[in-house]
């Protein structure tokens, strides 16, 4: 069984860089045709797919975010890491690691971390 597990800080300042980091166990994030994705719910608000990255390490983003957020993958830790700079309270959201198979023509996510709440605030 896939798990992802969402971690970083909870609090981060205007105008600042929010790292977060997801880690896979129970599969690899290279497996074919696996994508690997960063999910987030504003509160009040439907969930928002932010971008990620492919089994094969390509990367996809969100058009209105694309020139804010970087997603990375290290294959050593089983890991992908989001990077959201220039913050601003609108930001402020509870935020997934999830995935899906590309192989099933579906963006159905099967597998997501149990989130982790952000907060943007001075």
Not at 87 to 95: H, K, L, R
């Amino acid at each position: 069984q896939v798990q992802l597990q969402e971690s970083g800080p909870g609090l981060v300042k205007p105008s600042q860089t929010l790292s977060l980091t997801c880690t896979v166990s129970g599969g690899s994030i290279t497996t074919k045709y696996y994508y690997w994705s960063w999910i987030r719910q504003p509160p009040g608000k439907g969930l928002e797919m932010m971008g990620g990255i492919a089994y094969d390490g390509s990367t996809y983003y969100r058009p209105s975010l694309k020139s804010r957020t970087s997603v990375a993958r290290d294959t050593s830790k089983n890991q992908f890491t989001l990077q959201l700079s220039s913050v601003t309270p609108a930001d402020t959201a509870v935020y997934y690691c999830a995935s899906y198979d590309g192989s099933s023509g579906s963006y159905y996510y099967d597998y997501w971390g149990q989130g982790t709440q952000v907060t943007v605030s001075s």
